[in-house]
Nanobody, 124 residues
Framework: QVQLVESGGGEVQTGGSLRLSCVSSLRTFGKDAMGWFRQAPGKEREFVAAVSWTGSSTYYEDSVKGRFTISKDNTKNTVYLQMNNLKPEDTAVYYC?????????????????WGQGTRVTVSS
């Protein structure tokens, strides 16, 4: 059974930082693209960031550019999302996703594998 397990969520004040982690059980992790998505209360799930299988290419949603950094450690089967200068509008449940296609991570498409999510709350 495929498992993607997120951790690192919590509550922080505006301007604070959090680092999310997602550990994958897939043996193909080293060849897979990874992404982070989020769903705020009452809203649809949206794309946040994606990284290619090598970790050399990244893509971000406009509102998080310059504040969030996605990275991938193929030796640990783990993808990270470093979130700095957090804002109340970043409050959401954050999900990691995995697919063999980087294109599947991009807005308008959906990756194959999903985690259960970790909650991030940013208070003003």
């Amino acid at each position: 059974q495929v498992q993607l397990v997120e951790s690192g969520g919590g509550e922080v004040q505006t301007g604070g930082s959090l680092r999310l982690s997602c550990v994958s059980s897939l043996r193909t992790f080293g060849k897979d693209a990874m992404g982070w998505f989020r769903q705020a209360p009452g809203k649809e799930r949206e794309f946040v960031a994606a990284v290619s299988w090598t970790g050399s290419s990244t893509y971000y949603e406009d509102s998080v550019k310059g504040r969030f950094t996605i990275s991938k450690d193929n030796t640990k089967n783990t993808v990270y999302l470093q979130m700095n200068n957090l804002k109340p509008e970043d409050t959401a449940v954050y999900y990691c996703a995995e697919d063999d296609s980087f294109r599947k991570m991009l807005p308008g498409d959906l990756p194959h594998y999903w985690g259960q999510g970790t909650r991030v709350t940013v208070s003003s």
